[in-house]
């Protein structure tokens, strides 16, 4: 099983310009959300889902949207990416407390 | 509000114990989770409480008290590998609310 995985593992955007993260379970699990952590700080939750064709926000979902068109998928994108934005992003799923993570995507807007 | 207190850093030696302390203040509660995360890698699950007590997994245990909104994570005969960030984390219905994070660093 490859668990969690997040494509591309690193990218560098100009102000303005848009991108999608891909996330991917194999795991199964219903419920898959993404979070950013800045320098030093904890992980923050943007969006999540509990289920195919189900999302909902986070604490910080200003700037960001997302798709879960299939179970195994969690798709976050940006629409106009800020220099904010720059931060290491991370996929997870599972179920309520034990959540598997993703390896990252580390994002830096310029 | 709702928030999760932690220390920023902590230092021990090798073959130590050492507690990690996480208060909370929060609306509901459903418990309290603990995440290993190494130089900005994936965190990893540690251990969870959803009542009073001690829970124990090995060299780690965690212990939570709801009356004074008070868990820590205690890691026993510490190793070097140890050295990692250390998140308590509450959980709210099907999401996950993270601390600030403990720095932890082991040294010889």
């Known amino acids: 099983n490859a668990g969690v995985t997040q494509t591309p593992k690193f990218r560098v955007l100009k102000t303005g310009q848009s991108m999608t993260l891909l996330c991917a379970q194999d795991m199964n699990h219903e419920y898959m959300y993404w979070y950013r952590q800045d320098p030093g700080m904890g992980l923050r939750l943007i969006h999540y889902?509990?289920?195919?064709?189900?999302?909902a926000k986070g604490e910080v979902p200003d700037g960001y949207n997302v798709s879960r068109l299939k179970k195994q998928n969690f798709l976050l994108g940006l629409e106009s990416a800020a220099p904010s934005q720059t931060s290491v992003y991370f996929c997870a799923s599972g179920i309520n407390y034990e959540q598997y993570f993703g390896p990252g995507t580390r994002l830096t807007v310029t | 509000g709702q928030s999760l207190e932690q220390p920023s850093e902590v230092t021990a030696v090798e073959g130590a114990i050492v507690q990690i302390n996480c208060t909370y203040q929060?609306?509901?509660?459903?418990?309290l989770s603990w995440y290993q995360q190494h130089d900005g890698g994936a965190p990893t699950f540690l251990s969870y409480?959803?009542?009073?007590g001690l829970e124990e997994t090995g060299r780690f245990s965690s212990f939570l008290s709801r009356s004074d909104s008070y868990g820590y994570l205690l890691l026993q005969e510490l190793q070097m590998k140890d050295s990692a960030s250390y998140f308590c984390v509450w959980r709210e219905g099907g999401k996950l609310i993270f601390g600030q994070g403990t720095e932890l660093s082991v040294k010889p």
């Open positions: 409480n959803a009542l009073d």
């Open positions: 889902s509990v289920g195919e064709g189900t999302t």
């Open positions: 929060t609306s509901g509660f459903y418990g």
